[in-house]
């Protein structure tokens, strides 16, 4: 099963700041968290990773709480083509490092 | 996504017959993994190699499916027998020199 939740769906107007929240209530130390996004028919593209300090790339900011239950990606001016379906995964502390996907966030950025 | 590609893009099949797919990471990833999603699904993992061993093969639905990897890049994913329950868009990943899982396009198979 997958370690985090998500809100099932999310809308936000384009331009504006896009906030998708991430519980992972029992993430271990050295466990990161990831997200990613899935665009129609398209393989999941990666966004951002982080473990404890708060990360920005060109695509995406994240931000971790400080007990590390979670956290928030930020699409800090969002557009049509930022319509996705948004992953957090908590990369599993193994060996393997496989990811485990749960049902994600699909945004809808609106006109 | 990172140079991740695979073949084919679209595979039609009759049940019963055997598939290959297959996934081409660029020179230097190291680790590569196969993920499948169902129609309406998430994806689920399927298996992991490192170099050319699969040290985590626990996704693997049935003795149906195999995968092999071969000079520690390309890797076949083989499917025996398929079943309409097979239907779905196998999603190759692989990792550089970070532990970043970059996926290709995906094969999206269809079994009739």
């Known amino acids: 099963d997958a370690k985090t939740t998500q809100p099932t769906s999310m809308d936000c107007a384009e331009g504006r700041a896009a906030n998708l929240p991430c519980n992972h209530s029992?993430?271990?130390?050295?466990?990161?968290v990831y997200w990613y996004r899935q665009i129609h028919s398209q393989g999941p593209q990666y966004i951002i990773h982080?473990?404890?300090n708060n990360e920005t790339n060109e695509m995406a900011s994240l931000i971790i709480t400080e007990d590390r239950k979670s956290s928030t990606l930020i699409l800090p001016h969002a557009t049509l083509r930022d319509t996705a379906v948004y992953y957090c995964?908590?990369?599993?502390?193994?060996?393997?490092?496989?990811?485990?996907f749960g049902q994600g966030t699909t945004l809808q950025v609106k006109p | 996504g990172a140079g991740v590609s695979q073949s084919p893009s679209n595979k039609v099949t009759e049940k019963g017959k055997d598939v290959e797919l297959r996934c081409d990471p660029i020179s230097g990833h190291t680790a590569l993994y196969w993920y499948r999603q169902s129609l309406g699904q998430g994806l689920e993992f399927l298996i992991y190699?490192?170099?050319?061993?699969?040290?985590?093969k626990s996704g693997l639905p049935s003795d149906r499916f195999s995968a092999e990897r071969t000079g520690g890049s390309v890797s076949t994913l083989t499917i025996q027998r398929t079943q309409q329950e097979d239907s779905a868009v196998y999603l190759c990943?692989?990792?550089?020199?970070?532990?970043?899982?970059?996926f290709g396009p995906g094969t999206r198979l269809l079994v009739l």
């Open positions: 190699f490192q170099g050319n061993s699969a040290p985590d």
């Open positions: 029992t993430i271990s130390g050295n466990e990161y």
């Open positions: 990943a692989a990792t550089g020199y970070g532990e970043t899982q970059y």
């Open positions: 995964i908590v990369r599993v502390g193994s060996n393997t490092g496989k990811l485990i």
């Open positions: 982080g473990l404890k």
